[in-house]
């Protein structure tokens, strides 16, 4: 629980305080005592806990570094920091001080905050039949008395944003054998009846009569049949335009005939990655009723292995009409995408498309675990999805398209091949999915090293799923003006 109390005692409050300038002799943190600030540099995510023997209150202060260096996407990262280093201590409730915060960055650093204590505290419980309690309640104080609506105003927003976060984390981190494509969509129903979305669930027969033939190809021939779910939030009645989010839903990828190394196969039910994104994206929007209208599209489907699935070599059609030759079995992301992609236009008249997806090993190789890739055809709205992820603090990379790479994928014997060359591989695959977009404006995430950590690179991260793309995708629609 995180409550708003100017006035509530706690087991231990939170005191943030900057470094001081070598040559300063003037104390910036007058509240440290003096005995502590003579062996506490307040260096970035350094902690010194303290005990005032005449009130009895334990203070735990926490190192910002050099004012000069310290921006408002860093609050997240400290606060789940030393939102962690209470955990040593069994604290029941904490309180955490705001002031700083608020004369630095104004009543907005709220929304950091939050997501700095919801995340911090993130751990998959799965399967275990353990009841240890790990969480504690947590209290937001140091404002002033006429900040205080606006405080819980911006608590709650961010409150469903971070749900939207941890709803895309249990998603990917779920094993396959609790979330087929049919419990997902089943799962995606049921948080669209909460948040206030609507949801609309297509079966293996509608997939073949309309045409999917290459999401059917990847996911026909598993004992679990593949699902179409539509998910569609209209927050904007002002507005007829409304932008896709197409989120890669494999829920289990082995790779196929083209089978993957035993050494990637504790990851392949991380494949659905992209369909987390995006439900968790439009949880949070109908949540804080932001005035957005967005169609989700998420192809959900197993590439397994048996007599009937689809080999390299086969030549196989797509609701777009095009023809794809089959080279590889394990670029199957990019084959549903475009199927996908080819609905959100004829179906549901999308004005904008935004794809997601674990796509390619080669993103990883490029860019490592902190920064995704990006492909765009429009200038104009990758600008707004660069406001969307400067405020979310992600980092995406853009990479180039010249024709030189569209001319990798082109077949002999069809429209296009599902793989290039052995290098470009990440611009090679969003060229693919660009094949079925035509002229509409279109972004393409790589999230496959973002998606999932083994190690974690932030505070506000845990071993496992991410949520990548979530928070980027909400503020690029609650950005707009």
Known sequence: MIGVNNKQNCDFKIVYVYEKPADSKNNNNEHIPAGIEKIFDCSYKSCFPYVNGIKDNAILYVGLGECSSFKLTKIKDIVAYSIKQLKKYKAKNVAIDLSLFLK????????????????????????????????????????????????????????????????????????????????????????????????????????VENGMDAFY????????????????????????????????????????????????????????????????????????????????????????????????????????????EILNTDAEGRLILADAITYALQKEKAGKVIDIATLTGAVVNALGFNTAGVLTNNKEFYQEFKKGYKKSGEQYFQFPIYDEYRDMIKSDIADVKNVGKNYCGTITAGLFIEKFVEDTPWIHLDIAGTAWLETPLYEYQATGATGAGVTSMYHLFSERK
């Open 217 to 324: 190809t990847v996911g026909g021939s598993s004992g679990n049949p593949p699902r179409l779910i539509i998910a569609r939030y209209f927050g904007d009645d002002e507005s007829e335009d409304i932008t896709a989010l197409v989120g890669k839903g494999v829920t289990c990828d082995t790779g196929g005939y083209c089978l993957k190394p035993g050494s990637s196969m504790a990851g392949i039910k991380g494949d659905m990655a992209g369909a987390a994104a995006v439900i968790g994206t439009i949880y949070a929007l109908a949540k804080n009723k932001v005035k957005a209208n967005v169609v989700v599209v998420i192809p959900a489907c197993e590439n397994r292995v048996s007599r009937e699935s689809f080999i390299p070599g086969d030549v196989i059609n797509s609701m777009s009409g095009k023809t794809i």
């Open 104 to 207: 630095e960055f104004g009543i907005y650093c709220i929304g950091e905050v939050v997501l700095g204590i919801r995340l911090g505290l993130y751990n998959f419980k799965g399967y275990t039949t353990s009841k240890e309690k790990t969480d504690y309640d947590v209290f937001l104080k140091g404002y002033s008395q006429e900040e205080e609506y606006i405080i819980n105003v911006e608590k709650n927003l961010a409150l469903n944003l971070s749900e939207g976060v941890i709803l895309a984390r249990n998603l990917v981190n779920t094993p396959a054998n609790r979330l087929t494509p049919i419990i997902m969509a089943e799962n995606i129903r049921k948080l669209g009846e909460d948040a206030g979305f609507q949801v609309e669930i297509f079966d293996e027969k509608y997939i």
